[in-house]
C-alpha cells in the first residue's frame, strides 16, 4: 500500500451521459479536464472526505455522497 501526502488531493468527475463515477489524481485529472464528456463535480482531501465517510451513520453518510457528486 502506498503513503499518500497529508496534501494529496482527489478529482472526482461525473460521465455526462451514463453517470459514471471516476476519482482522479492531479497527475490523470490534466488528462480529462475540459472533455465535455466529464463533468468535475469535487476537488476534496481524500483523507479527510473518508474518515467523515465512515464516522458518518445512515442519512448523514447519504448525504456527504450526495454532495460530493452534485
Same mark, same amino acid.
Given at each position: 500500500?502506498?503513503? %499518500?501526502?497529508?496534501?494529496? =488531493? ?5 460521465? +455526462? &451521459?451514463?453517470?459514471? !463515477?471516476? =476519482? ?13 464528456? &466529464?463533468?468535475? !463535480?469535487?476537488? =476534496?482531501?481524500?483523507? !479527510? *472526505? ?5 464516522? +458518518? ?6 448525504? %456527504? *455522497? ?5
Amino acid at each position: 500500500m502506498s503513503r %499518500i501526502g497529508p496534501d494529496t =488531493v482527489a478529482f472526482i468527475y461525473v460521465h +455526462a &451521459w451514463n453517470g459514471i !463515477v471516476r =476519482v482522479e489524481s492531479l497527475d490523470t485529472a490534466r488528462n480529462i479536464d475540459g472533455n465535455p464528456e &466529464w463533468k468535475h !463535480v469535487s476537488t =476534496v482531501n481524500p483523507h !479527510v *472526505i473518508l474518515e467523515n465517510i465512515l464516522r +458518518a451513520k445512515g442519512k448523514e453518510r447519504n448525504l %456527504i *455522497i450526495k454532495h460530493l457528486l452534485t
